[in-house]
């Protein structure tokens, strides 16, 4: 497999960071097919890094007082996010940087108190059972959410994104995705997000627009398809709203986050592997996006695949393809 090219914006500064330096060297080795490198290892190096153990690395470093565990931490999630966002979303290489955020949360951890500003960060953008009174570096993989919401801003539609940003956009919800099957991770409303850019929002003059929004919901439904299903049909105050709401809506699930109701509309027959776009990959991601939604809905009703009443399939077929035929218009 060839040599994984890799960057981080800020070495290209004229005083770069020595910690940047250094996780650069680390997850640039790590990353590469042919690395030999265990995660376990190569998180040991980054654990080096911390404020606390951090020493001899640079004079200049050494003479500065430290940086508070805050900082470090947005910087180094930052960076994994940036290089995740250059791996190509199929790429093994993905799997070794999720295997490293692993090794990470499986380190002693070190403990530090969680200050105002972390609680102000964790009440608005993470889930705060992975804050308490004290944090743990790294077992609660603390300000990774926060840093991956600063992070979630997709290509800009219409013909002002070029091929490398939607491809980038695409391997950052390759990235989240995978994430997401860690106990430590509660963001499946990125799962939503993309799924909503994908199946709800009109399709951009740019069909590249389109294509790009398609492929990066796919990437949930290919790496975290199971833990979305898992969590659509275990949330209690969920599946009572969407009952009291069946019996004033003509599509069950309808607005629900998670719910396969939401997206579908009439017409037509389903055929997950049928006609032919001329879009290969499109057509994958498509039909990656609708079996899974195709679950959700039959777990929902308690029917087997081969059951699903007719109208039902007829809807899913009628969003395959609007997805594929605006994408090639």
Wanted: aromatic share 8%.
């Amino acid at each position: 497999m060839a040599t994984l090219s890799l960057r981080l914006p800020s070495l290209e500064d004229g005083d770069p960071w020595i910690v940047h330096q250094k996780l650069f060297g680390i997850l640039s080795e790590y990353l590469q097919p042919a690395s030999s490198t265990a995660p376990s290892a190569a998180a040991k190096e980054i654990d080096s890094l911390t404020p606390k153990k951090r020493q001899g690395l640079d004079a200049s470093d050494d003479a500065k007082p430290k940086e508070d565990y805050e900082s470090f931490l947005l910087e180094i999630w930052n960076s994994l996010i940036e290089v995740a966002r250059q791996i190509p979303s199929d790429h093994a290489s993905q799997d070794r940087l999720v295997e490293l955020v692993k090794a990470l949360r499986e380190l002693p951890s070190t403990n530090t108190d969680r200050r105002e500003r972390w609680y102000n960060i964790a009440g608005v953008y993470a889930d705060l059972k992975a804050f308490k009174n004290t944090v743990r570096v790294w077992t609660d993989l603390p300000l990774l959410g926060p840093a991956m919401r600063e992070a979630w801003i997709g290509p800009p539609s219409g013909n002002a994104h070029s091929s490398n940003d939607a491809q980038r956009w695409v391997n950052q919800n390759a990235f989240a995705a995978r994430l997401l099957n860690l106990d430590q991770i509660f963001w499946s409303n990125f799962a939503v997000w993309s799924l909503r850019s994908a199946l709800e929002e009109p399709p951009a003059a740019n069909a590249e627009s389109h294509r790009c929004n398609v492929e990066a919901a796919a990437q949930w439904m290919v790496y975290s398809g199971p833990y979305l299903l898992k969590e659509a049909n275990e949330d209690p105050a969920r599946e009572a709203e969407e009952q009291e709401a069946a019996k004033t809506e003509a599509q069950p699930n309808r607005g629900q986050p998670l719910a396969a109701g939401k997206y579908i509309k009439p017409s037509g027959d389903f055929a997950p592997n049928a006609g032919n776009s001329g879009n290969s990959s499109l057509e994958i991601s498509v039909n990656r996006i609708l079996r899974v939604l195709l679950r959700w809905q039959s777990r929902r009703w308690n029917l087997s695949s081969n059951r699903i009443e007719a109208a039902f399939l007829k809807e899913l077929r009628w969003n395959r393809e609007v997805m594929l035929s605006s994408a090639c218009d």
